[in-house]
């Protein structure tokens, strides 16, 4: 049957009989099973009504089971079915069912409501006939249910799917204009849930200029079907604006007469202002976008602008690890050279005093020491670019460093080249090395005279310059500026950026070590100061030597030519040198002097023999030494005896971080008469801690002396660029 899906908890309709009296339970079950139903058969009238429930689909009583039975429980039950239930009854009966025969029936249609008499004897047909039209109604009334468990479910969802929404439902009836509306529907009409809303109050609220055309909108879906659909202004009780959005559609009946209004409305204020203050961005979204696009490429004008910077700085901290690497390396070749020379310049020196009456040996030794020499001017230059060469910085009056070496400047550009001079006479001092700078000079007049090949004019300035603020590489303060310039072949933009590096040189093969601006620039550098450089292809070349001005006055006292005297008393020296060629060297001029020497190859080897208790009346120790270091060994002979003398010899001129040790300092390489003088001064008391030098290390110690011709010196190892 169709109807058997709507019965609950069961494929199969069930039946439950009352039937206590003899056979007549058996037959009922059976006839009923005939009849396509399952029978429950129950004990006794309690059980019966207790049984009874929505999924029994016919019940079956016998009249002689219930006529003077308690029928209450059975009555409460059926008075209680939900609507859509009405359960049929069979009663079998011996009277038949009218009321002249049989005046119980009355009350049993009473009690049961929807049931049917069937008087016995009957036929079996009759009795399945009766129970299959019973069940016909009793699934057509499990169909109703469903359908209205369905509109139920409909309805429940419909409301979810409003609030959901916020959306307020109505309806308008057209005949009395009967207005029903929801408790959302009010409130987007600024009403309380309990208002009396009508019709006329929600025209009324509407803005007055969207008012007729709200009506006229209601008017054509009125007339012709369409679909009511409209957003408009309405004015709350509380006098605030409001957009209200209005949809309906519109019902007729059978014969095509508009009934009703059916539909539903939501507040759209906020979606409104949206719009508006979106209309109002868009009227300026022009000029926004071209402000933007402005700062668009500002901004990436200034991103350029910032790689573009980056990039120069990694360039400049790749120059500056570049030189710094070729620094350590320069400095190390230099030191070792330092040591070779001193060997080679000791040795020749007393070779010299053996054969003073051999001519030709005179001449091939002083041949050799102006080798030597040169190696040593040579050693300078390399240790000037690692800044490790010994300085002497003093205040010095710059004009008349360059007057006096006009002869020299002259004499080395050739008679092609004039010179012309602008020196103030009232700039302050500087405080550099004077033989230094000098050759630093010598060397960049020399660059000048080769970029001229065909002759030109050489200037030489001088001028005062101040640095505040952010300088670079400058600090803040005051600064001579020593500029020489030429009017020679000058340099392209590429050969500039080389111009410092080392052993970089635009000179033909053989002519030129590369090395001559690399050392003025790290003696720019020690100095705490800078070399600039420009240049211009056929114009020329200006390279301007920063120097940092003092207020310290120079002095004036010129140092006397220092003899080799012959000791005035004979001394008990330790000379401690871990390199045995440069010891051998040292002990022989030492016992030329005159002095008893005893030698030491370590730092360790130097204490055992001064706490061995051997008297010494100085110590001349090598600094760089393994295991222990000169500084070491003087801290530790200090220890034992306070007022021993010292000298510390080294080729470095910075000793390392956190070396602070007050000791005169021989440089290396040293001659003989350099060796007396300090001995002199450090037996004399004269020995003072000697000033730091301007790249902030340790201690300098005293000049060595410069070539005898410095012209020569300079020339050939000089660097045009």
């Given at each position: 049957?169709?109807?058997?899906?709507?019965?609950?908890?069961?494929?199969?309709?069930?039946?439950?009989?009352?039937?206590?009296?003899?056979?007549?339970?058996?037959?009922?079950?059976?006839?009923?099973d005939?009849?396509?139903?399952?029978?429950?058969?129950?004990?006794?009238?309690?059980?019966?009504?207790?049984?009874?429930?929505?999924?029994?689909?016919?019940?079956?009583?016998?009249?002689?089971?219930?006529?003077?039975?308690?029928?209450?429980?059975?009555?409460?039950?059926?008075?209680?079915?939900?609507?859509?239930?009405?359960?049929p009854?069979?009663?079998?009966?011996?009277?038949?069912?009218?009321?002249?025969?049989?005046?119980?029936?009355?009350?049993?249609?009473?009690?049961?409501?929807?049931?049917?008499?069937?008087?016995?004897?009957?036929?079996?047909t009759?009795?399945?006939?009766?129970?299959?039209?019973?069940?016909?109604g009793?699934?057509?009334?499990?169909?109703?249910?469903?359908r209205?468990?369905?509109?139920?479910?409909?309805?429940?969802?419909?409301q979810?799917?409003?609030?959901?929404?916020?959306?307020?439902?109505?309806?308008?009836?057209?005949?009395?204009?009967?207005?029903?509306?929801?408790?959302?529907?009010?409130?987007?009409?600024?009403?309380?849930?309990?208002?009396?809303?009508?019709?006329?109050?929600?025209i009324?609220?509407?803005?007055?200029?969207?008012?007729?055309?709200?009506?006229?909108?209601?008017?054509r879906?009125?007339?012709?079907?369409?679909?009511?659909?409209i957003?408009?202004?309405?004015?709350?009780?509380?006098?605030?604006?409001?957009?209200?959005?209005?949809?309906?559609?519109?019902?007729?009946?059978?014969?095509?007469?508009?009934?009703?209004?059916?539909?539903?409305?939501?507040?759209?204020?906020?979606?409104?202002?949206?719009?508006?203050?979106?209309?109002?961005?868009?009227?300026?979204?022009?000029?926004?976008?071209?402000?933007?696009?402005?700062?668009?490429?500002?901004?990436?004008?200034?991103?350029?602008?910032?790689?573009?910077q980056?990039?120069r700085?990694?360039?400049?901290?790749?120059?500056?690890?570049?030189?710094?690497?070729?620094?350590?390396?320069?400095?190390?070749?230099?030191?070792?050279?330092?040591?070779?020379?001193?060997?080679?310049?000791?040795?020749?020196?007393?070779?010299?005093?053996?054969?003073?009456?051999?001519?030709?040996?005179?001449?091939l030794?002083?041949?050799?020491?102006?080798?030597?020499?040169r190696?040593?001017?040579?050693?300078?230059?390399?240790?000037?670019?690692?800044?490790?060469?010994?300085?002497?910085?003093?205040?010095?009056?710059?004009?008349?460093?360059?007057?006096?070496?006009?002869?020299?400047?002259?004499?080395?550009?050739?008679?092609?080249?004039?010179?012309?001079?602008?020196l103030?006479?009232?700039?302050?001092?500087?405080?550099?090395?004077a033989?230094?700078?000098?050759l630093?000079?010598?060397?960049?007049?020399?660059n000048a005279?080769?970029?001229?090949?065909?002759?030109?004019t050489?200037?030489?300035?001088?001028?005062?310059?101040?640095?505040?603020?952010?300088?670079?590489?400058?600090?803040?303060?005051?600064?001579?500026?020593?500029?020489?310039?030429?009017?020679?072949?000058?340099?392209?933009?590429?050969?500039?950026?080389?111009?410092?590096?080392?052993?970089?040189?635009?000179?033909?093969?053989?002519?030129?070590?590369?090395?001559?601006?690399?050392?003025?620039?790290?003696?720019?550098?020690?100095?705490?100061?800078?070399?600039?450089?420009?240049?211009?292809?056929?114009?020329?070349?200006?390279?301007?030597?920063?120097?940092?001005?003092?207020?310290?006055?120079?002095?004036?006292?010129?140092?006397?030519?220092?003899?080799?005297?012959?000791?005035?008393?004979?001394?008990?020296?330790?000379?401690?040198?871990?390199d045995?060629?440069?010891?051998?060297?040292?002990?022989?001029?030492l016992?030329?002097?005159?002095h008893?020497?005893?030698?030491?190859?370590?730092?360790?080897?130097?204490?055992?023999?001064?706490?061995?208790?051997?008297?010494?009346?100085?110590?001349?120790?090598?600094?760089?030494?393994?295991g222990?270091?000169?500084?070491?060994?003087?801290?530790?002979?200090?220890?034992?005896l306070?007022?021993?003398?010292?000298?510390?010899?080294?080729?470095?001129?910075?000793?390392?971080?956190?070396?602070?040790i007050?000791?005169?300092?021989?440089?290396k390489?040293?001659?003989?008469?350099?060796?007396?003088?300090?001995?002199?001064?450090?037996?004399?008391?004269?020995?003072?801690?000697?000033p730091?030098?301007?790249?902030?290390?340790?201690?300098?110690?005293?000049?060595?002396?410069?070539?005898?011709d410095?012209?020569?010196?300079?020339?050939?190892?000089?660097?045009?660029?």
């Amino acid at each position: 049957m169709a109807g058997i899906a709507a019965i609950p908890n069961s494929s199969k309709p069930k039946a439950l009989i009352y039937a206590p009296a003899g056979r007549d339970a058996w037959v009922a079950r059976s006839l009923v099973d005939e009849a396509g139903l399952t029978s429950i058969a129950a004990a006794d009238l309690s059980m019966f009504a207790s049984s009874l429930s929505e999924d029994i689909a016919l019940g079956v009583l016998t009249e002689e089971a219930v006529r003077s039975s308690d029928l209450k429980p059975i009555a409460a039950w059926v008075s209680a079915q939900p609507s859509w239930s009405d359960l049929p009854f069979i009663v079998l009966t011996i009277r038949g069912g009218g009321p002249e025969r049989n005046p119980a029936a009355a009350r049993l249609s009473e009690v049961l409501g929807n049931v049917t008499f069937l008087e016995r004897p009957f036929h079996a047909t009759s009795f399945i006939s009766v129970a299959r039209t019973a069940l016909k109604g009793r699934l057509r009334q499990y169909e109703a249910r469903a359908r209205l468990e369905a509109l139920g479910e409909g309805e429940r969802r419909l409301q979810t799917a409003l609030a959901a929404g916020r959306l307020g439902a109505w309806e308008l009836e057209l005949s009395s204009m009967a207005l029903s509306a929801s408790a959302t529907c009010k409130a987007v009409f600024g009403r309380g849930a309990d208002d009396d809303v009508t019709r006329d109050d929600l025209i009324a609220s509407i803005h007055p200029d969207d008012r007729d055309g709200v009506l006229a909108s209601l008017r054509r879906t009125i007339d012709t079907g369409h679909d009511y659909s409209i957003e408009h202004r309405t004015i709350w009780p509380d006098g605030s604006l409001h957009w209200t959005e209005v949809h309906a559609q519109l019902y007729t009946d059978r014969y095509g007469s508009a009934r009703k209004l059916v539909g539903v409305c939501s507040d759209t204020t906020a979606r409104k202002t949206i719009e508006e203050n979106l209309r109002r961005l868009n009227e300026n979204l022009e000029e926004r976008v071209r402000e933007r696009t402005r700062e668009v490429n500002a901004a990436h004008q200034t991103l350029l602008e910032e790689v573009a910077q980056r990039e120069r700085a990694e360039e400049q901290l790749r120059q500056s690890q570049k030189m710094e690497a070729i620094g350590q390396l320069t400095g190390g070749v230099a030191h070792d050279f330092n040591n070779l020379l001193m060997v080679v310049l000791g040795n020749l020196e007393l070779l010299g005093k053996h054969v003073a009456g051999d001519v030709k040996a005179m001449r091939l030794i002083d041949g050799a020491l102006q080798g030597a020499r040169r190696g040593a001017a040579l050693t300078q230059r390399l240790l000037a670019f690692a800044r490790q060469q010994d300085l002497q910085v003093k205040p010095v009056d710059l004009a008349e460093l360059v007057s006096g070496m006009n002869d020299l400047l002259r004499r080395s550009v050739g008679s092609s080249v004039s010179i012309e001079t602008m020196l103030p006479a009232t700039l302050p001092p500087a405080l550099v090395d004077a033989n230094q700078l000098e050759l630093a000079l010598l060397n960049l007049a020399v660059n000048a005279r080769d970029a001229m090949p065909d002759g030109g004019t050489l200037s030489i300035s001088l001028r005062e310059e101040q640095v505040a603020g952010n300088g670079g590489d400058l600090g803040e303060g005051a600064y001579l500026v020593l500029a020489v310039a030429d009017s020679g072949t000058g340099m392209d933009a590429e050969t500039l950026k080389k111009a410092v590096d080392p052993f970089f040189s635009t000179k033909e093969l053989g002519k030129g070590t590369g090395l001559g601006l690399s050392m003025i620039h790290g003696l720019a550098v020690q100095l705490n100061g800078a070399l600039l450089l420009t240049s211009q292809l056929g114009v020329g070349t200006t390279a301007e030597l920063w120097l940092p001005a003092t207020e310290r006055r120079p002095e004036r006292l010129a140092e006397a030519e220092f003899t080799v005297p012959q000791a005035a008393s004979r001394l008990k020296i330790l000379l401690v040198d871990d390199d045995a060629l440069i010891a051998m060297s040292s002990v022989d001029m030492l016992e030329d002097l005159g002095h008893e020497v005893v030698e030491a190859n370590s730092g360790s080897e130097a204490l055992e023999l001064i706490r061995g208790g051997q008297h010494f009346d100085l110590v001349i120790t090598d600094y760089s030494m393994p295991g222990m270091t000169g500084a070491q060994l003087a801290e530790a002979a200090r220890n034992i005896l306070p007022a021993l003398p010292i000298v510390l010899a080294t080729g470095y001129a910075d000793l390392p971080a956190g070396t602070d040790i007050d000791l005169p300092r021989l440089g290396k390489p040293y001659n003989q008469a350099q060796l007396a003088r300090e001995i002199s001064k450090a037996m004399a008391g004269e020995a003072v801690p000697v000033p730091r030098s301007a790249s902030g290390g340790g201690a300098s110690g005293h000049r060595l002396s410069k070539p005898d011709d410095i012209s020569d010196e300079i020339g050939d190892g000089a660097c045009v660029v």
